[in-house]
């Protein structure tokens, strides 16, 4: 019989006469049956329990202690008469036990039952029968050989046969695979959720590769076999200040040319083309298995596209362009660092030649370009082609600025302020970073003692010169020489991986504590900070990484890491500061994760020396409010510097 024979069976409600007469027995027996029930006075309508034909008579523990038996479960019985504490057979072997073997006790219960999940435990098992209820609970069980299994517990609150308060019964079975299973799905949802989507590392402005970044890409490319690095050198064509006066066109413009110029350079440069921002008004294109000729007569149309229209950069703007080329054959051992630079070399070649580009056949050596790293810096410092900005800190408690932090800004030819972030990096390669940061330390000493009294500063120190013998010896000339209140100063120490000698580090930090000084670590949290740093040194700022701010509103991750980490400090009487504040939503964030100070474009942007950030001081009050002084030095990091240099003004090198 196959299944359409079944179901025509099934569709056919003819019965047979022996069916008929089945049933009619069956009726006659059921009415028998009820009348006889009537007669005898039965209440046919009330609940019927189906009762275990094994358990009959028993009371409602016993037949819960058979049911967890038959679906081989543990059970463990308290009884309040008695106070008597008894589990099965199959609860011991949970327990890690053989059966028979241990004393059933509380104390051993309570013993097995992980430290952390015992307050639980009790609390459950107290609910239960203050609220007569029933209740569910997963715990940890250390079994006596040391290995944590995971048990699920059904508690439930017993009568026994004239309904009165009997005891507690607890069904218990063995859920670790179970547990475990579940823990891992939320990790894997956790880290779906807070794990970014691409590595790290675009400019916020232009949205491409950072130097680092672009650096590690050509490093990729060169796995890969020969290819040609472009960087594209711009710079505005006449008179370059805002409409304050300020050199360099202000921040604004500037953003604003970068923008506009990624723009010309994506637009030209191919799919297969790697774009990075290797410096200020600075710009990489990377060309993998490209030949020499593609590379220039792509060099060509970005140049030649720059300099042929004008840009509204708040005003219309001509724009001068350079480009350096440089050939690797791949895998010959020079990093991408390495190639920018000779990039770097090559435009500045074209500029002082008057070409519009210059291509080197192959990277240059390494002695030859650490020469030139050396030269280039040393010169800037010969020439005294630097300049100081400073930019506000806010006081999150007080809602007031406070505190400013002093900036180091490099001069171009024309007098254009830039960052000094590409210089300082140069110098850190060749071990010539300690001069610059001298003369951050003499100018910002010079700057606080003839400012007001009323004025804040800031600065940054490399990590290299931290370790210098000599520095902390001439700190302390200054401020004598000055009459500095050395208590206005904070050093913020950047790239503590460049130190060079941890124990003269180590005397330098606890000399400016001697001093009355103070310290902070600058982009905390990325980098190369080890977190013994801050028991090892005696640190009172922490500043985080610009990159666990920005965007900080709609990161999960950040947020979780920022608060992570001033908890952490605020447990260890370290204040923290965030940089990259620019809204209002971010700031708040803040000031509730217990951040104490905040600095970025919202609360000032850096301006020279000697002009007040308006708009910080028409927002946030004026500083001048505060009855105690305070600033911290930042000095820059360990970059390309000269040795033999010429100090200006009146000082000089020791």
Sequence with gaps: MNLDDVLALASDRTLSELERARARRATRRVRQEYQRATSEGRDLTGDVEVRDPLTAGTDEAARIVRAAQLAKHGTVTWVRASGELTWSDEMAL?????????????????????PDDVDGVRAAVESVWRDRTVREATCRVIRPDRVTRYVHCHLEYVVDPEDRPHGIVGTARDVTEVELARQEQTRLARRRETVHPELAGRDPVTGLFHRA???????????????????VAVEPVGPDADADGEPGGGPDEQERLAVAVAQVVRRVARRSDVCGLTAPNEFGVLMPRTTPSSATALAESIIDGIRSQPFVLGRTRLLDAWGGLVRYQGRDGSRGVDLVVDAETAWRRARATGVARVALDQPAAEEERRELCRHRVRATVAENRFTLYTQPILDLRLNQVTRQEILLRVLDDAGRAHSASTLLGDAERVDEVLPIDRWVVDRTIELVARGSGTSHYQVNLSGRSLGDPHLLERLQLRLQQYDVDPGQLTFEVTETARIGNLTEAHNFAHGIRELGCQLALDDFGSGHVPFTFLTCFPVDLVKLDGEFVTGIEHSVANQRIVRSIVELCGSLGIRTAAEHVEDEGTMNLLRDFGVDFAQGYLVGRPKPVGRPSGDAVARFGQPTRLPLRRMIVNLPPNDCLPSPFAWPGALSPE
């Design 94 to 114: 949970i327990l890690g036990y053989p059966p028979g073997t241990v004393r059933h006790t509380l104390a051993t219960l309570a013993r097995l039952v992980h």
């Design 213 to 231: 970044r672009f650096a590690d890409e050509i490093d990729t490319a060169q796995r890969g076999g020969p290819g040609v690095l472009l960087v």
